[in-house]
């Protein structure tokens, strides 16, 4: 059984910094598109970032205009794990944070929750003005 269990979230003040992991369990995701996705109260899901594999160990790295230069996303192959640092961190951030692993290697759609097949159950990421 495949599980993805995100951790890292918690309440911040504007201007800091979180970092957010999601270890995967049950099969690896080598090659397979690995992402973030967001949902804030009364909005719908959207896409925060995601991992393409291009080659090796070599994974190309796509962000949201609004988390763009704030946010990095990275891959631990050996861990199974991706992680998402945020930095700069606004109060327009607050979410529940949910890790999302695609079945297929490179989804053309990897923005598009729809595309995963796999996902956590989130955290909670609260940042105070």
């Known amino acids: 059984q495949v599980q993805l269990v995100e951790s890292g979230g918690g309440l911040v003040q504007a201007g800091g910094s979180l970092r957010l992991s999601c270890a995967a369990s049950?099969?690896?995701?080598?090659?397979?598109?690995m992402g973030w996705f967001r949902q804030a109260p009364g909005k719908e899901r959207e896409f925060v970032a995601a991992a393409r594999w291009i080659s090796g160990g070599t994974y190309y790295a796509d962000y949201a205009d609004s988390v763009k230069g704030r946010f990095t996303i990275s891959r631990d192959n050996a861990k199974n794990t991706v992680d998402l640092q945020m930095n700069s961190l606004k109060p327009d951030d607050t979410a529940v944070y949910y890790c999302?692993?695609?079945?297929?290697?490179?989804?053309?759609?990897?923005?598009?929750?729809?595309?995963?097949?796999?996902r956590g159950q989130g955290t909670q990421v609260t940042v105070s003005s």
């Open positions: 999302a692993a695609a079945g297929a290697v490179n989804p053309v759609q990897y923005f598009y929750s729809g595309v995963y097949d796999y």
């Open positions: 049950g099969r690896t995701f080598g090659r397979n598109t």
